[in-house]
């Protein structure tokens, strides 16, 4: 089959019980279908995975799928969306990330790679120009991240981008990440430790063959406009400068931080953690994803000895490290937060989940709830910057009371007991992400709803829809949003305004787009995402047939978790949510369990299982998943 536009049109399959490395093929349809990014790894996690598999063990599956304008000149689509059945949740698991690995994919002639099997020894797979073979690890097994990636560009003739994993990933860590680079990470889900178990250390691809575009004049006339406009947009502004870690401040002010586990919305010593999200000693430039001019990654030159650099440069942590490191923590000093974030993107740690859990370590230690020789020797407690290096490299190497935390909080908590678990801040095994939904209740019904765990990246946040005429709004009015709508209520106006966001979201994840690219909080306009999407594919594309798919997509991830055995008591968010933070009153249980049942209706699921209807999958064309 020939090559479509946007896409190639060519799955990569490789087995690596066996060693056997294919492709498969396929047409229109089926891309107008899934289109990419998440639709693909719905679709062959449903097809390949059996149920109830050991995350763990060689019959679980690992895709790694981009969208149909990968490669192009468009800015923030280049995205890839991996996925597995996560060991942190034991469900569908699904994480993203840029850099330029998508785009290199797509040019070397692959629109995703769909990995089974696990190896007896370790290896990369090299995939360079429509070539792919697996190659002997042995060497790099141990190494980090960014040694790992240095050694494997020696091999690689033409630079190749390097999707890796660390120590962390190699010792089955349940948080363990993929690492593209030293600053973009597949964080979320334990993603890296399936990585680990197939003994898979590395994917390295490099491609030079420029993918077709149907319409490369309307395509351009998109980018272009993007490039001289960007600049105008204040939150695209605010990325180009600072980066993510320039919303400390507007947090804290909301009284949004969450500090000391999550217990406080607001931190004393924020000022010398929002250094890091400006223009100060050691800041220099920025780097950007494949074909962005955002440049949101900011960089430092550190001349500190004792932080890990390369060319005497390193990567400034995101605002989720800086709130998780930091404040949730009660530690002010950024030094201490810079080297954790760099340990972690050496390791292959998630950033998230590690902080997350090291507060509720600290939280144990302070109840009376565990005491252990480390905790001890290390005055785990809130506020100890010099305890965080020491703990996560317990973790990483699964030593002492780091074996007990590199499980994740939730495990954790239910070896300790003794009510334990209300100190354990997650949603179905995922760390909660550095945002109090007491402030946005929206949040909190994206933290129980997803899938893959509590995640902040399930649909844009409460307070862009908050006022009449708002940037928010304006721009999402071609979705039906167009009344702003209470960022503390829970009625019916605040479902449906997730739901269509969500679906949005979900849409955005299988083309493969940034967040911080499109409307509600970037740049481009609703009916310019569909102009590219057609001008891409040659596809007579509408706006329906994008929200279908990323409806498709959502209802597929939610099948899986159904026939992996999860209810409706898996979409609860923790009781300390429930409870004030200082400043904003607890989230009310008895309206937000409404509004979570409100929300199975208006998607078409069971209103008590909140499994996808039959006939919700059937007007889907997901008959085979029924």
Known sequence: MNAGYGYTGKI????????????????????????????????????????????????NVLVFATGVLAGTNMPGFSRVVIGAKSPLTDGYGESEVGGSWGAELKRAGFDAIVIKGASSKPVYLEIVDGSARLVDASELWGLSTSDAEAEIARRVPKKPAVMSIGPAGERLVKFACIMQGDRNAAGRGGLGAVMGSKKLKAIAVSGSTKVKVKNPDGLSKVTSWFAQNFLKNAPSVALHEGGTAGLIPGLQAASMLPTKNFSRGRFDGWEGLAKLGQKWLYETKGRGCWACPIRCKRTFEVKDGSVKTINGMAACPEYETVASFGSNLCIDDPLTVLKANVYCNEMGLDTISAGVTIAFAMECVEKGLIDDGDLRRLEVKFGNASCVLPLLELITDRKGIGDLLAEGSMRAASRIGMGAEVFAMHVKGQELPMHDPRGKTGVGMGYALADYGADHMTAAHDP????????????CAPLGLLEPVDPLSLNADKVRLYLYLEMWWDALKCLGACFFCVVPRGLLPVPMVVE?????????????????????????????????????????????????NGNYPGISKERFDAAIRQYYKMRGWDPVSGAPSRAKLDELGLYWVS
Not at 464 to 475: D, P
Request: net charge neutral.
């Open 464 to 475: 862009l829809f908050a006022k009449a005429g708002s940037y928010g709004l304006q721009t």
């Open 12 to 59: 990569l399959l490789v087995d690596l019980s066996s060693g056997t490395i294919a492709s498969e093929t396929h047409d229109d349809v089926f891309y107008r279908t899934y289109l990419g990014g998440k639709g693909l790894v719905g679709y062959y996690l449903l097809r390949e995975v059996p149920p109830r598999v050991d995350p763990l063990g060689p019959k």
């Open 532 to 580: 590219a999407v057609a001008a891409g594919t040659g596809w007579d594309v509408s706006l329906w047939e994008i929200m279908k798919a990323g409806e498709r997509a959502g209802c597929m991830a939610r099948a899986f978790n159904t026939r992996e055995g999860y209810g409706a008591e898996r979409d609860q968010i923790p009781a300390r949510l429930f409870e004030s």
